[in-house]
């Protein structure tokens, strides 16, 4: 399990910033509502698939104003966590609660440009979100979105997965509440798109969770990094490229700890021989 996890942090390792796209999009966040300090709790969770076991006995609190991203190997239960977080799949024992005082979730699926509606129009797709704004204020957001001119108007049917993904995340944007779920949020995003999301986020006054493959965005959004490890939450109190730090120290001091495991074995072998040695000789004196 420990050369697993070896190899797969060797693969993440490599932090590179996209090539810069050449229109850059812009979007900020209203105002988010003020939550209570404890956002969500969980509390000596226990959830099982079959014979799979996912968390044993897992305990977290999340807090206004992390922006904490979920890192693990497939199937560890990084979806999981955000699905439970949002009521829709119940643990198989303890508590995963969101707090009591004005904690409002948004939740963004990984599948959610596939939920989009292919009979309405891109306008139409927004406008119905927001029926109170004017046409020219939807067709502003939606330029924000590289939706301008006549593609407005065309139904999301005929929409590339790219284009897809930038209006489920305009729609998403529309009305984020104070508590964000992100579940793989830069999926078939362009460049600019990414760059867009993540200075939104960075200016975002709520709290963020969020599971992404995609290292760089990790690293220019999150604020803490919780791993999922042999069934716990493994949390480390800074960004991306403190966790990698960590990880390393952790890494070395397992060598360390090996080494001098090691060497203790021989030592005590040794002591033992000599023991054993001297034993022989007494005996053979007596005789």
């Known amino acids: 399990q420990a050369k697993s996890r070896e190899k797969q942090l060797e693969k993440i390792e490599v932090i590179e910033a996209p090539v810069a796209g050449l229109r850059s999009l812009s979007f900020r966040f209203p105002p988010a509502p003020r939550s209570g300090r404890e956002v969500v709790t969980i509390e000596d969770l226990v959830h099982t698939y079959g014979e799979k076991i996912l968390f044993l006995g897992a305990n977290l609190e999340i807090e206004r104003g992390d922006r904490i991203a979920f890192l693990g190997p497939n199937g560890s239960g990084k979806s999981t966590i955000l699905r439970m977080i949002m009521g829709?799949?119940?643990?198989?024992?303890?508590?995963?609660?969101?707090?009591?005082?004005?904690?409002?979730?948004?939740?963004?699926?990984?599948?959610?440009?596939?939920?989009?509606?292919?009979?309405?129009?891109?306008?139409?797709?927004?406008?119905?979100?927001?029926?109170?704004?004017?046409?020219?204020?939807?067709?502003?957001?939606?330029?924000?979105?590289?939706?301008?001119?006549?593609?407005?108007?065309?139904?999301?049917?005929?929409?590339?997965?790219?284009?897809?993904?930038?209006l489920a995340l305009a729609k998403m944007l529309l009305k984020p509440g104070n508590f964000m779920l992100l579940d793989e949020p830069t999926n078939h995003l362009d460049i600019p798109a990414k760059e867009m999301l993540e200075e939104a986020l960075k200016n975002y006054d709520g709290t963020v969770v969020l599971v992404s493959h995609d290292r760089y965005f990790i690293s220019q959004v999150a604020n803490?990094?919780?791993?999922?490890?042999?069934?716990?939450?493994?949390?480390?109190?800074?960004?991306?490229?403190?966790?990698?730090?960590?990880?390393?120290?952790?890494?070395?001091?397992?060598?360390?700890?090996?080494?001098?495991?090691?060497?203790?074995?021989?030592?005590?072998?040794?002591?033992?021989?000599?023991?054993?040695?001297?034993?022989?000789?007494?005996?053979?004196?007596?005789?």
Request: aromatic share 8%.
């Open 224 to 287: 803490k990094i919780v791993e999922i490890r042999d069934g716990d939450f493994q949390v480390y109190l800074g960004d991306y490229h403190y966790y990698l730090d960590k990880i390393e120290e952790e890494k070395e001091a397992e060598r360390v700890a090996k080494i001098m495991a090691e060497k203790a074995a021989k030592k005590a072998e040794k002591a033992a021989k000599k023991k054993q040695k001297d034993k022989d000789k007494a005996a053979a004196k007596r005789k």
């Open 88 to 166: 829709m799949e119940e643990p198989t024992e303890g508590t995963v609660k969101l707090g009591n005082h004005n904690v409002i979730p948004s939740y963004f699926e990984q599948n959610q440009a596939e939920a989009l509606d292919l009979v309405k129009n891109v306008m139409e797709t927004i406008h119905d979100e927001v029926p109170e704004w004017k046409n020219e204020e939807v067709r502003t957001l939606l330029g924000n979105f590289l939706f301008s001119g006549e593609t407005v108007f065309k139904k999301v049917a005929a929409l590339s997965g790219g284009e897809k993904a930038r």
